[in-house]
Structures are given as C-alpha cells and as structure tokens.
Nanobody, 118 residues
Framework: QVQLVESGGGLVQLGGSLRLSCAAS????????MGWYRQAPGKQRELVAA???????NYADSVKGRFTISRTNTKNTVYLQMNNLKPEDTAVYYC????????????WGQGTQVTVSS
C-alpha cells in the first residue's frame, strides 16, 4: 500500500530552522508532484510548497525566501527546509503526493507537528 511518512518536526525558537522529510513507498515516486501542506488550529489546510516531477517549484507567499522544497527520486523522499521560522509557521505539516489529470491519484501523510516559540 501507499505510505507517506513525515519526520523532522519539533519545537524550535523564533528564527530557527527545521528540515522536514517525507519518505514515500508504494508509488512510482518520480512521476508524482510532491507537496507540503500545513494546518494550524482553527484554520484550513494550506499549500506551503510543491515540486513537480520535473523539478519545478512553487511556494506560498508567506514562506517565499525562507522555505525550500527539494526531492531525491533515488530515495523516494521529498524535503522541506524551513529557515527563519516564525510563530505563525506553527502547524501540523502534511506531505502530499498527487498526479493527474487523466487519472487523478492523491495521497497524504499522517502529519508532523512544527511549533515555533517566541
């Protein structure tokens, strides 16, 4: 079965850094667009960053210049390097794998908590 397993979350102080990892299994990783989403308490889940199978990236305006998404297809892993973290980055971060459009497939990880203290 498909599994997306996130790791790397935790508690960090204002201005600190964290690197999230998401290891995928059960899919042909290289053909999927991989994304990181986050959901803060009382808020909707939002896209943080995504990287296509070809390596194109896009970011939410709130994280541009601070976060970097990357992927290593040989390890079936996508990363999110988060620098200069702010309290408003506090959320559960979810890994997402999706492909389409002819046959739409989408998978989610279980999430990892990121807490930024001030």
């Amino acid at each position: 079965q498909v599994q997306l397993v996130e790791s790397g979350g935790g508690l960090v102080q204002l201005g600190g850094s964290l690197r999230l990892s998401c290891a995928a299994s059960g899919i042909i990783f290289s053909i999927y667009t991989m994304g990181w989403y986050r959901q803060a308490p009382g808020k909707q889940r939002e896209l943080v960053a995504a990287i296509t199978s070809g390596g194109s990236t896009n970011y939410a305006d709130s994280v541009k210049g601070r976060f970097t998404i990357s992927r290593t297809n040989t390890k079936n892993t996508v990363y999110l390097q988060m620098n200069n973290l702010k309290p408003e980055d506090t959320a559960v971060y979810y890994c997402n794998a999706n492909k389409g459009p002819l046959v739409r497939l989408e998978y989610w990880g279980q999430g990892t908590q990121v807490t930024v203290s001030s």
